[in-house]
């Protein structure tokens, strides 16, 4: 792609079309889900391991901390049908993406086997594979399957060749891995298919590619720490990661972790200072052509991940073209992070943890605000749902609630918030999603009490949008039928068993 393929405005997308994020499942240093990770990044918690354990530790010129991933060595063969042969000539690698794909469609909660025979789509991105040659090579054992399991060609096609999945399959050999993305996105876009399965993985399993990056790249610190924006910054931590998410168009979705409004793409050329030396130009246009595109206001940006490697060049890059792309006219602070800082570089599959670490950092956000209110209850239908298992496509609705945290809930659910997610590279080829938590039917907070005529006070006074007040109440209504997960925060909930319930049918939505 040369990034400038066809492209519509975000505004210009019809209700429903958009494509959401509704899976994720991965396995990152010292993390072996997505709860776990959540768990580890709200507490703060050092994920680069001071002696990974990965090779003796025999070069002084590399550091001995790195990001490692738990039972690398586990999977569970007879699952999915594969043979005691099979399964030990399939690379770590193609294990464990053919594991989180299923458990990312669990997570979209949708059965894996209603997609048996689906036109789905799998791309899976990735660079070099330390187990290749070791397993072809070294380890090798001439069989019907050793070329298959060994090749990073066949990544991809193992997914779909054990999930029965149609739809086009191929792996992209790219140091970026939010290419993969953009590639299933458009995938979905043009129509090729209703869904598609992205991932990307990267191990650490040999000293000889760790040696490379910190004695003629440069860019790995001696120490083993990565301090994103900091005058003490000398690079970056290597580490591992294993990650998929599983993309479909928001009117399918029964679940949204975020949508997407649009993926751009561009690449810095040719260069005097060197290929891996990043362009101060190239990233600054393509923020600027991103948010043109796609029509969304960079005034409306709450929050920027950032690639963050902890380079003196990369950031300092990095952080001139966001101030001179998107902090023009803001009357707000733009704030930014790395999760690079908590468990290093995964390299090409970096990418996937930057768009996981938006939502939880929203999730904690509203859940210490929400949690401070200690007589409300949660709940789906007549199921209790504890908050730590809400969504971020949840509905709240405050029945008059006399609280002080209406403020907090309303900041992050009705503002217009917007999330960006930077994944920039090695060669400089750089992907952009822009991240709109905040569309429609992804999130929206309701205050009303039980009749219509307070409904359109709710429109007037809480709706930041460019909606008219009948496509307002359509929204609210189709929502209502297609069952989303409606949260009912009532002071006057009856109490029963020490939990606070009420039922949805009295709620009036003209």
Not at 171 to 193: E, F, N, Q, R, W
Not at 267 to 278: A, F, L, M, Q
Not at 434 to 447: D, G, S, T
Request: glycine content about 6%; charged content about 20%.
């Amino acid at each position: 792609m040369d990034g400038k393929e066809a492209y519509r405005s975000w505004n210009d997308i019809d209700f429903g079309e958009e494509i959401v994020i509704s899976g994720i499942a991965g396995r990152f240093p010292g993390s072996d889900n997505m709860n776990h990770l959540r768990e580890n990044l709200f507490n703060k918690i050092d994920l680069v391991k001071a002696d990974h354990g990965r090779w003796e530790n025999e070069y002084p010129d590399l550091s001995t901390r790195m990001g490692i991933i738990n039972n690398l060595e586990k999977f569970d063969a007879d699952f999915f049908g594969l043979s005691f042969k099979q399964a030990h000539v399939l690379m770590p690698e193609g294990r464990m993406l053919l594991e989180h794909s299923y458990e990312a469609i669990i997570d979209a909660r949708i059965n894996p086997k209603q997609l048996r025979g689906k036109n789905t789509t799998v791309i899976i991105g990735t660079s070099y594979i330390e187990t290749q040659e070791k397993f072809l090579y070294e380890n090798y054992q001439l069989n019907d399957f050793q070329i298959v399991g060994c090749s990073k060609s066949t990544m991809a096609n193992v997914i779909s060749y054990y999930l029965d999945l149609k739809g086009p399959s191929y792996t992209v050999d790219t140091a970026c891995s939010l290419y993969a993305m953009a590639l299933g996105y458009h995938c979905i876009m043009s129509g090729k298919c209703e869904d598609a399965i992205i991932g990307a993985g990267n191990l650490c399993l040999h000293p000889i590619i760790s040696l490379q990056y910190a004695l003629y790249v440069g860019v790995l610190s001696p120490e083993g720490y990565c301090r994103p924006f900091d005058s003490n910054g000398n690079g970056y931590s290597h580490s591992e990661t294993v990650a998929i998410v599983y993309l479909q168009k928001a009117k399918n979705a029964k679940r949204i972790y975020a949508i997407c409004p649009h993926i751009k793409l561009n690449n810095d050329g040719y260069k005097e200072v060197g290929i891996t030396h990043p362009s101060l130009l190239m990233q600054s246009i393509l923020l600027k052509e991103c948010y043109n595109e796609c029509g969304i206001l960079t005034s409306c940006l709450d929050y920027i991940e950032t690639h963050g490697t902890g380079t003196k060049v990369g950031d300092l890059q990095e952080v001139t073209a966001i101030c001179n792309s998107l902090c023009k006219n803001r009357e707000t602070p733009l704030m930014i992070g790395s999760v690079k800082s908590n468990l290093g570089h995964g390299e090409p599959a970096s990418g996937f943890i930057q768009i996981a670490k938006p939502k939880y950092r929203y999730l904690e956000n509203l859940f210490t605000s929400i949690d401070e209110i200690g007589y409300f209850t949660f709940f789906n239908n007549s199921d209790v749902v504890p908050p730590s298992e809400m969504c971020l496509n949840f509905i709240f609705i405050f029945d008059d609630v006399a609280c002080d945290k209406q403020d907090a809930v309303r900041e992050y659910f009705v503002m217009n918030r917007h999330a960006n997610v930077d994944c920039f590279y090695l060669c400089q080829t750089y992907a952009r999603i822009p991240k709109h938590l905040i569309r429609y039917n992804a999130n929206l907070l309701i205050l009303f009490k039980q009749d219509s005529t307070n409904f359109k006070h709710v429109y007037n006074d809480h709706v930041n949008t460019d909606m008219s007040y009948d496509e307002f109440c359509a929204l609210c209504r189709g929502c209502w039928q297609q069952k989303y997960e409606f949260v009912v925060i009532d002071k006057d909930s009856a109490l029963t068993n020490g939990r606070y319930k009420k039922g949805f049918n009295e709620f009036a939505i003209p």
